[in-house]
């Protein structure tokens, strides 16, 4: 996937699709083939502001816009 073109509608259908709801930096460099560090950390943070996501702890984050959220017992 070409991240020049990466939106946030792709980014959430992407991961609808795939039915995530906590993922990793590390995870979505992979997922979407992002090879420059800060071409991912400027993406992280470009969906915290929207509220796409929300950052858990370093590297860690979860997906608002999911469909099926987590149980608390997971």
């Excluded at 969906?47 to 816009?65: D, G, H, Q, S």
Aim: proline residues 1%.
């Amino acid at each position: 996937m070409v991240t020049n073109n990466l939106t946030s509608l792709t980014f959430i259908q992407t991961l609808r699709s795939k039915n995530v709801s906590f993922f990793s930096s590390y995870d979505i460099e992979k997922l979407f083939e992002i090879e420059n560090e800060d071409r991912l950390k400027q993406l992280l943070v470009r969906l915290t502001r929207k509220k796409v996501i929300r950052r858990l702890t370093r590297n860690k984050y979860l997906f608002l816009e999911t469909n099926s959220h987590p149980s608390d017992f997971a």
